[in-house]
């Protein structure tokens, strides 16, 4: 065997021991798991995680995905906690306090100032008799399995099963609060993951960028139009000045003989494809599907209340 099938060999032991405790831990969570939900549910502060060494780590993470779920909260580590940061926590709070072993001794002043001011507190450790657990209004156990390094002292499957618990938290928290995908993009409009969650009111043009004519305009008039806004296309309303119709190049050429004493409205291809403004931009594209490279934005009114170009999707980043 190779040394290169022997870092493959240790990768898929690691893995595979790793996805069976998950799988453990599934089976073995119980109603502390909903009573941990609720008091969180019914906190009128902010979610505070706390761990330290590895546990700091992931109850890091574990704040970060609350805060971007709906629940708002933070990380406190827990030597600070001693040194002035305890006074982040607030009776309204919520604690959240992560340990393998239930005894890490820098959680001690934490542990103590909850409950002295009655903070409630949430503890996840794998000894169900530690001092962590005994004192926590809630108690998590984790099941107690081997580490994947096979010695015993690195923190690794335990630490898989304290993200993956988190992880549930917060999944249950925003399934609880309906928190959509446009929520979620509020609390991340920058980078990929916020074009991909932008709407297309962000994108649109609107005003007088929006290139429209009436079914009576006169091709003379509409050709310049088409120049002047330089999205290629014209929209076109009826006297009421609902959008009814759009004109294209596909349009133009097949309109070619006579087209200079034609109206819109003979030209127009009638009941065009639109979108309403609060759709998501990666929806807008899958109504393009290649084929079209502007869509007219249209209210619940049925006007247009903006045009967006495949263009505007590219430069965001949504494709």
């Known amino acids: ?18 996805a069976s405790a998950l799988n453990t831990l599934g089976a073995h969570l119980g109603p502390s798991f909903g009573a941990a939900i609720e008091l969180l549910l019914a906190a009128k502060g902010r979610i505070i995680v706390s761990g330290m060494g590895k546990s700091g ?5 574990i704040a ?12 406190v580590h827990p030597a600070e906690a001693s040194h002035g940061d305890l006074g982040m926590m607030t009776p ?14 820098e959680l001690a002043d934490l542990v103590a100032y909850t409950r002295r001011f009655d903070i409630p507190m949430i503890g996840v ?21 081997g580490e994947a390094c096979g010695t015993g002292v690195v923190p690794t499957t335990s630490t898989t099963m304290t993200l993956a618990l988190g992880d549930a938290m917060a999944i249950a928290l925003m399934e609880h609060r309906q928190f959509t995908p446009e929520n979620f993009r509020d609390f991340h409009p920058g980078g990929k993951l916020g074009a991909k969650l932008a709407k ?25 139009i088409i120049s002047q806004k330089g999205f290629g296309v014209v929209g076109v309303t009826d006297d009421d000045g609902y959008l009814t119709g759009i004109i294209t190049d596909g349009d133009l050429r097949r309109h070619m003989t006579g087209l200079l004493d034609m109206t819109a409205g003979h030209v127009m291809t009638s009941n065009p494809s639109t979108v309403a403004p609060d759709t998501l931009a990666a929806e807008a594209i899958g109504v393009m ?10 209210g ?15 430069r965001a980043g949504v494709i």
Do not use: W, Y
Request: glycine share 4%; hydrophobic share 40%; proline share 4%.
């Open 200 to 224: 297309v009111r962000d994108l649109m043009h609107a005003g007088d960028s929006i290139p429209l004519v009436t079914t009576s305009t006169p091709m003379s008039d509409t050709l310049l």
């Open 300 to 314: 619940d009114d049925a006007r247009a209340q903006g045009i967006l170009h495949i263009h505007d999707c590219l």
């Open 125 to 145: 450790a794998s000894r169900e008799t530690s001092t962590l657990l005994t004192q926590s209004d809630v108690a998590i156990l984790l099941p107690q399995l």
């Open 57 to 61: 780590h992931i109850a890091r993470k």
């Open 64 to 75: 970060a995905t609350f805060a971007s779920t709906g629940t708002p909260a933070h990380f």
């Open 92 to 105: 309204g709070d919520v604690v959240i306090v992560l340990s393998n072993s239930g005894e890490t001794p």
């Open 289 to 298: 599907e290649g084929k079209i490279t502007c869509l007219f934005v249209v």
């Open 1 to 18: 065997m190779t040394d290169q099938d022997k870092f493959l060999a240790t990768a898929q032991r690691v893995i595979a021991d790793e």
